[in-house]
């Protein structure tokens, strides 16, 4: 058996002393999901730019997705084989030392982007969207298990949700600056398309050096760090097993549909959107995720029920104004007009939106229902709202218009809650293993990487976007089958408890 030497509480409880510092340390942590939330949604705006620059099908376009989640299954590969072997190394070095570590890879993928757009080459781009992966693999694999911990293992679920609503917040934004920078302010006329992302991975580059800075010299609680022997111990669990094929399966369905929004929005049959007007509903459809997620977060925390209820109303309807002021926001006019004018602009075309979003208020609404059938439990919520996904993509598929439209961009509400429960689900009653299950856990990002280029190729091949859409319905329905049945096998029953 693996021993651990705990340098603070156990893991699963939270002394009340302590209560005051972890929420300060979960506050510095939610940093960290906003960043990483807002660079990956950024795959999106490269997806349609590389296409067109490169002269790219479908599933060679997809490889940005499969460079970059790609990343996450060869860093958690390597992290897994060394605490096999070695020990586990975010017991040993820490979790802070694992953030600022994962920092500094990511800053140096950025910075190739730069030789990359001089030299015009799409397997230096991907190279590049390679290392940031490998950097984003260390802050996954540090961050996530550190936020369950930061409290009791019941309630891990709501923590991971309120902190993946932040990285919402990113995925959010990032579709609307991403495309704006990317499509229009730095696109230069008679330039090669991909000189455009040059300066945003710089900036990028710079901020990752100084988020690396500031976590060195803050002080984080050490909370369950030690010295793991050598194995594979969490590979003894099953739950644990099903819970890495949930994960795999839930990012490649849900990379699968954002990735392509922007070109099965663009179709004639469907709405014929330009790619600048079609990346706005990107960041609707990442958007629902931020609203989900922090919807998942008060819905599963031990909040009283009169003031969860009232939460689950004004959260809701605060994200989704912020998400209808954002997609309003006139960015292409800030260069040559004054504040004035840019705000008069903001006020009319958050007047125009109005219908759109008239469109998407149902679907909250909808969203608002089924966390009352969850009851609170995150494996019940998990299936139902995995189902919901399953019959929207379903209809998409099968009707054209409108209806498609926005059965697609609602999908992110109810695929909100997918990670952050069924990373929980899966860690739970881990104990020591806990950071090697979220190695694993980590590794199964692969999903990503895989389905999207499977979507893309199935829609090359039957000249059929739409129909490709079957990738991603038949992931979330494994999805929903470990909410209901799959994180409950080899467990004992007072663990379910």
């Known amino acids: 058996m693996a021993s651990i030497t705990n340098s603070s509480q156990p893991q699963s409880s939270v002394p009340g002393g302590n209560r005051a510092s972890y929420r300060g340390s979960f506050a510095i942590m939610t940093s960290l999901f906003f960043l990483w939330g807002f660079m990956t949604v950024f795959n999106d705006i490269l997806i349609p730019r590389f296409k067109e620059a490169f002269h790219l099908g479908y599933f060679q376009a997809m490889l940005v997705q499969f460079a970059y989640f790609g990343a996450y299954f060869v860093g958690s590969l390597v992290y897994f084989i060394i605490s096999v072997t070695s020990g586990d190394p975010i017991a040993k070095i820490g979790y802070k030392n694992g953030v600022v570590i994962g920092l500094l890879i990511s800053a140096a993928g950025s910075a190739l982007f730069w030789p990359a757009a001089n030299a015009a080459s799409y397997p230096m781009f991907l190279s590049a969207l390679f290392i940031v992966g490998l950097g984003f693999t260390m802050l996954q694999i540090a961050a996530n298990p550190y936020v369950t911990i930061l409290g009791p293992e019941k309630t891990a679920s709501s923590r991971l949700n309120l902190a993946q609503g932040f990285n919402s917040i990113g995925t959010t934004i990032g579709p609307l600056i991403g495309g704006f920078l990317i499509f229009q302010y730095f696109a230069k006329t008679g330039a090669h398309g991909a000189e455009s992302v040059k300066v945003p991975y710089l900036a990028f580059c710079l901020i990752f050096l100084a988020l690396a800075a500031a976590f060195y010299f803050i002080h984080l609680p050490h909370i369950g760090e030690g010295q793991v022997e050598r194995g594979a111990g969490a590979l003894k669990f099953p739950h644990v097993i099903l819970g890495i094929i949930a994960i795999f399966m839930y990012v490649g369905g849900e990379v ?3 990735s392509a929004i922007i070109n099965f929005l663009g179709q004639p049959a469907v709405a014929g959107l330009p790619e600048l007007e079609a990346s706005k509903y990107v960041s609707i459809y990442w958007g629902g995720l931020m609203i989900g997620r922090f919807m998942g977060a008060v819905e599963l925390s031990e909040m009283k029920k009169t003031s969860k209820q009232i939460m689950l109303i004004v959260i809701p309807l605060l994200a989704f104004l912020l998400l209808w002021i954002a997609k309003s926001a006139p960015l292409d006019a800030l260069r040559g007009n004054s504040v004035a004018s840019v705000f008069t602009l903001w006020r009319d075309a958050f007047v125009a939106n109005a219908p759109v979003f008239g469109k998407y208020l149902p679907f909250i609404g909808l969203c608002w229902v089924l966390f009352q059938f969850g009851r609170a439990h995150a494996g019940r919520t998990l299936t139902i709202f995995s189902l919901t996904v399953v019959a929207l993509l379903l209809t998409a598929i099968l009707v054209g218009g409108p209806v498609a439209m926005w059965c697609v961009v609602a999908i992110g509400l109810f695929t909100s809650i997918g990670w952050s429960n069924t990373f929980s ?23 990503g990487a895989i389905l999207p280029p499977l979507q893309g190729w199935i829609a090359d091949t039957t000249k059929n976007l739409q129909l490709s859409f079957i990738v991603p319905l038949l992931a979330y329905a494994y999805v929903a089958f470990y909410g209901a049945v799959g994180h409950r096998i080899g467990r004992k029953k007072s663990e379910l408890n």
């Open 256 to 258: 699968s549909v954002g």
């Open 425 to 447: 689900l899966a860690l739970e009653g881990t104990g020591i293993y806990k950071s090697q299950v979220s190695a694993l856990l980590v590794m199964a990002i692969l999903g």
